[in-house]
T-cell receptor
């Protein structure tokens, strides 16, 4: 079964520290995409970063990077130099190439950045 | 800039009312989606559409219908609202199968 697991329901991190949010996925498909989204208290889901299953390099977007370990089926999000505005809910998601175009979301991790 | 808009941020309706939630995207995306988000349950897909007049059921379509008459607009319809449909509703669109989805701001619906 296709599944995304985020084992950290909540995290507290001091401002300016780096943060790693865990995500593992389960699929037998070879072609898939992995995503991270941020949802602040306003409710909007904001796309952060994408990693394709055939990409050899880890994706990076500014302060965000995705630590992709295909053999372990993990796709952890790393936020460098955290800021107060990073406090939000973070969702890991997977999209399968040949599966009705659905996207599968994890349950999310609530990140709190402390001043 | 990518833009997905939803007709209302907050909506309060009575049990039994017919409810329309509208979503519009200006990116010429083929695919559009409706989700509901509930505490502890995450995001659940209600319906999606990969082309005008095409629709596919998601994981929880019961009690909902959708309409896509134009490429940029995807409507979610609650034929007869019930209290268990109180939720946050999120619309999204994407260019193709493998790429990211862009979300609207959400509609928080309360059915009393």
């Amino acid at each position: 079964a296709q599944k995304i697991t985020q084992t950290q329901p909540g995290m507290f991190v001091q401002e300016k520290e780096a943060v790693t949010l865990d995500c593992t996925y389960d699929t037998s498909d070879q072609s898939y995409g992995l995503f991270w989204y941020k949802q602040p208290s306003s409710g909007e889901m904001i796309f952060l970063i994408y990693q394709g299953s055939y990409d050899e390099q880890n994706a990076t977007e500014g302060r965000y990077s995705l630590n992709f370990q295909k053999a372990r089926k993990s796709a952890n999000l790393v936020i460098s130099a955290s800021q107060l505005g990073d406090s939000a809910m973070y969702f890991c998601a997977m999209r399968l190439m040949n599966r009705d175009d659905k996207i599968i979301f994890g349950k999310g991790t609530r990140l709190h950045i402390l001043p | 800039d990518v833009k997905v808009t939803q007709s209302s941020r907050y909506l309060v309706k009575r049990t039994g009312e017919k409810v329309f939630l509208e979503c519009v995207q200006d990116m010429d995306h083929e695919n559009m989606f409706w989700y509901r988000q509930d505490p502890g349950l995450g995001l659940r897909l209600i319906y999606f559409s990969y082309d005008v007049k095409m629709k596919e059921k998601g994981d929880i379509p019961e009690g909902y219908s959708v309409s896509r008459e134009k490429k940029e607009r995807f409507s979610l319809i609650l034929e007869s609202a019930s209290t268990n449909q109180t939720s946050m509703y999120l619309c999204a669109s994407s260019m193709n199968q493998l790429r990211e989805q862009y979300f609207g701001p959400g509609t928080r619906l309360t059915v009393t």
